[in-house]
């Protein structure tokens, strides 16, 4: 009896590493998710820091790892964002402006223009969020870009155009954080 006892839990902390979660400020983030049914892998994970004050860690997920920012923002295959706030609170209006701010960066005027509604339509999905909680932003090519807080599904954008606009805010020529784009495309 003590010998399987000792072996079940051998067998435990065996299996237990394989699905442990990398730790990134602090916070557990997972190795996989998943989208439309089709299993995502934790391509990189990093802090965001505005003025030096940890904002959230920052994971993306694909169907495989890539360290291409270029390649990724091409693909129309599923991924996933997950943002795990250290911040005590980022109030709605801040968020909204920060995906404005990448925004403006990372598209041309025309091409902010014509997502201007969907843009509109994003923005409108969030609420304050506290320390703590979890925004999940998942691209799947049949459906659109879902955003859910705290596993509260928020609505929906369609289009592939919309994903890459929001995908550019971390991965594109002018990135939020630049530190974030080199974590999470694996680099750090």
């Not at 495989?64 to 980022?90: C, N």
């Not at 339509?121 to 049949?142: H, K, M, Q, W």
């Not at 870009?145 to 369609?158: C, D, H, L, M, S």
Request: hydrophobic share 50%; glycine share 10%.
């Amino acid at each position: 009896m003590r010998t399987l006892l000792c072996a079940g839990a051998v067998l435990l902390t065996l299996l237990s590493g394989t699905v442990a979660a990398k730790e990134v400020a602090g916070v557990q983030v997972a190795e996989a998710s998943r989208v439309d049914h089709i299993a995502l892998v934790l391509n990189g994970a990093g802090v965001r820091t505005k003025f030096f004050v940890k904002v959230y860690v920052g994971a993306l997920y694909l169907p495989k790892r890539e360290a291409q920012a270029a390649t990724i923002l091409a693909a129309d295959g599923p991924w996933s964002v997950y943002m795990h706030f250290l911040h005590s609170e980022v109030e709605a209006k801040k968020l909204v402006g920060a995906w404005n701010d990448g925004f403006e960066a990372n598209l041309a005027d025309a091409d902010r223009a014509q997502l201007a509604e969907r843009i509109a339509a994003f923005n409108a999905l969030f609420r304050t969020v506290r320390r703590g909680e979890v925004i999940r932003i998942d691209y799947s090519p049949v459906a659109g870009t879902q955003v859910a807080i705290q596993n509260e599904v928020r609505g929906t954008i369609p289009g592939a155009d919309f994903a890459r606009a929001v995908l550019g805010i971390w991965l594109g020529d002018k990135p939020a954080d630049a530190g974030l784009k080199r974590a999470m495309l694996g680099s750090e």
